[in-house]
């Protein structure tokens, strides 16, 4: 409950991704991400960010008290966000954790933030060096020279999980780069041949503008 004294948290993200698809899941179960448990492909997770960043402790506490059969993923305190992900088996359970979220920070979940897309783009036929460049820096998978690349960058960072893994549904062959998804904006890099990568884009368009939510 809020107070003159302790004012009630922001719901900035609240993420519902229904069946992670298999490099979706791997980059979340790698140790920079998952410090928690890792989730694994066909799992179901939830993803919340809040302000003040410390709020996410009172979210947890709420996810997991509801009951058995979801884990914690990630557990993130940044300066100025806090960010959970909850995963498990079972869909109805982790939407029972979300809804106990939502009761214990008197919120719904069209009060989150709505995404707002700040870029993309295709490129087609990357050269060498551009793949060696961009290999260095990532988080999942190898691109390929002479592959097209799709660069995708939306607000809040966190709606980078949603369309990372819609992405891949959409386009199973595509390659999962990097995915940027805590920070001030979120950031996709994704692999492969022109016709699936654009549909990779298409697909992240359409379920960014499908989210309800508040405007900035």
């Given at each position: 409950m809020a107070d003159a004294n302790n004012p009630r948290a922001e719901l900035r993200v609240y993420l519902l991704v229904q069946d992670l698809q298999p490099q979706f899941a791997?980059?979340?179960?790698?140790?920079?991400?998952?410090?928690?448990?890792?989730?694994?492909?066909?799992?179901?997770?939830?993803?919340?960010?809040?302000?003040?960043?410390?709020?996410?402790?009172?979210?947890?506490?709420?996810?997991?008290?509801?009951?058995?059969?979801?884990?914690?993923?990630?557990?993130?305190?940044?300066?100025?966000?806090?960010?959970?992900?909850?995963?498990?088996r079972n869909l109805d359970r982790v939407k029972s954790a979300g809804s106990a979220i939502l009761a214990g920070l008197e919120a719904t979940a069209a009060d989150q933030l709505r995404p707002r897309?700040?870029?993309?783009?295709?490129?087609e036929e990357v050269s060498d060096q551009h793949a060696v460049i961009l290999n260095r820096n990532r988080q999942g998978s190898m691109l390929m020279p002479g592959e097209s690349l799709l660069v995708y960058e939306m607000t809040p960072a966190l709606f980078a999980a949603v369309a990372a893994n819609e992405a891949e549904r959409a386009a199973p062959d595509?390659?999962?780069?990097?995915?940027?998804?805590?920070?001030?904006?979120?950031?996709?890099?994704?692999?492969?041949?022109?016709?699936?990568?654009?549909?990779?884009?298409?697909?992240i368009t359409q379920v960014l503008g499908e989210v309800e939510g508040r405007d900035h």
């Open positions: 791997a980059y979340l179960g790698t140790p920079t991400r998952a410090r928690g448990y890792p989730p694994f492909a066909g799992d179901h997770a939830l993803i919340i960010e809040v302000a003040p960043a410390l709020a996410i402790q009172r979210v947890i506490d709420l996810a997991l008290r509801e009951g058995s059969g979801v884990e914690p993923g990630i557990l993130f305190v940044e300066r100025q966000f806090g960010v959970l992900e909850i995963h498990g897309i700040l870029y993309h783009d295709v490129i595509i390659t999962v780069v990097d995915v940027q998804m805590i920070g001030a904006a979120g950031r996709l890099y994704i692999g492969g041949p022109a016709t699936d990568v654009q549909a990779a884009r298409d697909r």
